[in-house]
């Protein structure tokens, strides 16, 4: 079970959902970036059932009206294929100074993994 702070007492009905960059750190400024998390959705859609009513996408957050199956389930899927998608792209650009924020400010009860994005 995750650590998540919220009760989702109806997973089935439409959510207002915000996914915040660990930090506030502005990695949605480039096309690449912002394209790992449509096509993410657009694949939520098509496997899980996503109803994508509204997103906004801003440097350093997005925000969802989002209705799945599975609210949960959805959300966690998107959040774990984009941060490991958007940090191998930081990678392949070398974003060295993002990356070290990542390490940085990564959550100490994330033993297991080296960067935290979300």
């Known amino acids: 079970m995750g650590r998540s702070r919220y009760k989702i007492y109806e ?7 915000t996914c915040t960059v660990l ?3 502005p990695i949605f400024t480039r096309k690449e970036s912002v394209e790992i998390l449509l096509d993410s959705l657009k694949h939520l859609q098509k496997e899980e059932n996503l109803k994508l009513y509204a997103y906004v996408i801003l440097e350093n957050h997005i925000h969802l009206i989002v209705q799945s199956d599975d609210i949960a ?4 899927h998107f959040k774990s294929f984009t941060a490991k998608a958007l ?3 930081l990678q392949q650009e070398n974003a060295q100074t993002l990356l070290k924020q990542f390490q940085f400010y990564k959550k100490a009860h994330k033993q297991d993994k080296t960067y935290q994005l979300w």
């Open 73 to 76: 389930k959805s959300m966690r």
């Open 11 to 17: 997973p089935t009905h439409p959510h207002f959902v």
């Open 23 to 25: 930090n506030w750190l």
């Open 87 to 89: 940090l191998k792209l």
